[in-house]
């Protein structure tokens, strides 16, 4: 590796972290769309931002585009509150309005800007070291490192001072507010986290991956914990981790970074969604599958308990009795077998006093609802899970 | 001891106010939902807060604890504005208010309880993990701390959000619809949690659904149909005459027993 390929992913890595953890709070809130109006909206700031500034390395310029990012914020929420439109629709009414205005005024300056729309939506990785800060002559690196570096320490210590606000105000803001937290606050001031992100990002990457990096680790790391601290953690692992695997996927395929890193994190997201241990689609439809067993187990061993007479219990007269299938009967009587549930007997089947005793808690629980005493039992059996 | 038994025997008429509401309207878009109410609540006090389908009942809650902006009147706790007494006041908000699929457990949900005495940027500490797992025990889910909260049942999740109040020891008590989809036996725990805050001289008041039960669970009552048809002991105002003029419809006498 040269050093150019070391900066490039690392600008990449530091942008994904960036990127995580405002993502994090805002896939949780229910606000992902939110994150593309932004990293669109914010160009007519940018624009007007170099019309005043003169210099696309400008603080200024940052924070006008961002400033843009949170009026988008609070016109949407306006639009929204009329009650004229839902939220979607005040989203998608908003951000083309400002996006098109910013891509007038470049159009109307295309010649004397150094500014494309191109270059806005995907960035360019690539080029991020030619850009580099000279102070007083001596090479200190490229301009987008340090950009997303100062914007990333400001966003751990913003994270660190105000997680229990940030936690409390997204789980239950009516608490929040009661308890003296102003959502509203806490709201604007992520909105602005969200909004300075994009626009230090966007240089380096684009608006569009910028939406990604956003969106997809978070959403990746929701399927995996149940932890809000576990989940920032994921997300920026799995940032970094498409950050710098899509780095390389580029590299092998010849193609854009940024479109490289983007199908990373869909592939990655993917992965998850499939395989996820609890959450996962796999996952899923093998506890359905598990529960539609044991409803069956529960109604066989419901069926013994309410028939002394041998000929209900006869092996060969379940299928006609409880009506089922040669496979589902074998699958239901292996598995009572297997937990000592039943005994078979000269080909006549009988509960157990496990059997007996578990059937007769099953029943209670399900009619009562009652769970506290069957804690123990939902560890074996998926249907009592609730 | 001494205190509360002093509280106990002080007739009402002289108790202080622990709540006091004067010419409140709260309006959404321009259209009142909450009519010019006055209304006192005398400490030690176990309310219910009855009323209608949109009658109001969780925006005079929400409206006394400023979380929604009146457009005219005052409240004040204690005799102060809500933003000077918060840590005298609790808050249990409706269950479906909050996303239950959060990535949290049921211990983090109380503990969010002591983030109003901590107040900004501070964080919990020991002391703060000593009293949650106190309101947890007390609630009968200490052996669920760990449960991430969607594993919960309905009853479960209430009684969380219970813990999360108690945790504050606040000296009022706001509870919105706490008994909705719980089932019979943490309806019962819940209101003896209720009836022992009282006891201990707390002020409780709890948007309530269910008219059978509110002589039972109840010491005090406020009818609420946008505007205040009545407030005061259930045995004097919890008859007919209210209950017609609060839900329109005539109500028989065999609603009291």
Redesign the interface.
Known sequence: MNNAQIEIQLIASLVAIACAIPGTFLVLRKMAMISDAISHSILPGLVVGFFITQDLNSPLLILLAALTGVITVVLVERIQKTGLVKEDTAIGLVFPALFSIGVILIAKNANDIHLDVDAVLLGELAFAPFDRIFISGIDVGPKSLWIIGIILSITIGLLFAFFKELKISTFDAGLAASLGFSPALIHYGLMTVASVTTVGAFDAVGAILVVALMIAPAASAYLLTTDLKKMLGLAVIFGVFSAISGYWLAHWLDASIAGSITTMLGLLFLVIYLFAPSKGLIAVMYREKQQRTEVSLLTFLLHLKNHTETRERHVNHLQEHINWQKVRAKTVLDLALKNNMILIDKNIVSLTQKGDEFTSKAIDYIITNEDAQIEDMKDDFFLFRG | MSEIKIQEKTPVSERKMAVQVDDLTVAY?YKPVLWDIDLEIPEGVLMAIVGPNGAGKSTLI?AI???LKPIAGSVTIYGKPY?EQ?KL?A?V?QKG???WD????ALD?VM?GT??S????K??GLKEKKSSLEALEKV?ML?FKNR?I????GGQQQRIFLA?ALVQDASIYFMDEPFQGV?A?TEIAIINILKELRKAGKTVIVVHHDLQTVPEYFDWVTFLNVKKIATGPVKDIFNDDNLTKTYGINYKVSIQE
Request: without cysteine.
């Open positions: 878009n929400k604890l400023g979380i933003d918060r006041v808050y908000p208010s909050v996303d959060f990535p949290t457990t949900v969010m983030y109003g901590l107040g900004w940027i964080r919990p009968g052996a991430q969607s594993q919960l049942s999360r089932d036996t």
